[in-house]
């Protein structure tokens, strides 16, 4: 029949219709299921994949909670344990940045000298595409990704562009941000620090064994030697005697002949 198609999609149209509206008539709509309630106008909606219905959020009052592999704009983290910036301001995320919109300037002492840590560092909101090659990049996991989007402002210079204080965060909001991700990481660093460590005993028992080796040879020396200077002393003494007693029997030998002599002559 001709327009069977038509109608037919203007029927699944009308279901979903009603279906929207059956469910914004219940107490609490399915759009609401598992979602987090901040307060009486505010609500964090997790909305399931096989959720019936055409659903709109009634934003800002609702949002959607966000997955965790969401990434906006790039921030940097605060080592809270340690007290310091995570970035060593290397500079490899400047490099790779496809649109070049990171600028960093490395800290030096009060001799001028440079040091591991940025002085000052700025990402252009603007023009960053959001493709985390910073993050991907950086060997120190200093720089990650944010899921604040909310960054409309009526003028683009210089609100869109984010120094360090902007950009910097501690780590436990990463880590609530991104748990998961965290979490493996913190497992990486528990891996590499339990393998410096074994590698470290190892070490220490090694030169254990060599110094225990060593004082044994060295104990064992002077006993050698003491023995060696012995038998070179009661060398010379056997000797010695062995002439000693080598020279009476010649003179006994020669007695006995000149005692013959005297028989034989007389």
């Not at 096989?50 to 605060?78: H, N, S, V």
């Not at 591991?116 to 120190?140: H, K, L």
């Not at 683009?156 to 562009?161: D, E």
Request: aromatic share 8%.
């Amino acid at each position: 029949m001709f327009g069977s198609g038509l109608l037919k999609g203007l029927g699944i149209t009308l279901k979903h219709f009603a279906d929207t509206f059956t469910d914004d008539a219940k107490d609490v709509p399915s759009r609401y299921q598992d979602s987090i309630q901040l307060d009486s106008k505010r609500r964090i909606i997790d909305q399931p994949v096989d959720q019936e219905g055409i659903l709109t959020i009634q934003y800002p009052e609702e949002k959607r909670l966000l997955p965790e592999r969401f990434r906006y704009i790039p921030m940097l983290i605060w080592d809270t344990e340690k007290g310091e910036d995570k970035c060593t301001a290397c500079g490899i995320c400047a490099k790779v940045c496809p649109p070049m919109c990171i600028w960093i300037v490395r800290d030096s002492d009060e001799k001028g000298k440079p040091i591991t840590r940025p002085s000052e560092f700025y990402i252009d909101a603007s023009i960053c595409m959001s493709c985390s090659f910073c993050v991907e990049f950086c060997p120190f996991d200093a720089i990650q990704m944010n899921h604040d989007y909310e960054l409309a402002v009526f003028d683009r210079y210089p609100q869109l562009i984010y120094d360090m204080e902007e950009l910097t965060v501690p780590v436990e909001y990463y880590a609530a941000m991104w748990p998961v991700r965290h979490a493996e990481e913190e497992e990486l660093v528990r891996q590499a620090e339990a393998e410096e460590k074994a590698k470290a005993e190892a070490k220490a028992r090694a030169d254990a064994e060599k110094a225990a080796v060593k004082a044994a040879a060295s104990e064992a020396a002077p006993a050698a030697g003491k023995a060696t200077t012995e038998s070179e002393a009661a060398a010379p003494a056997d000797d010695a005697a062995a002439a000693k007693k080598a020279r009476l029997e010649e003179l006994k030998r020669q007695a006995a002949e000149k005692a013959r002599q005297r028989k034989e002559n007389g």
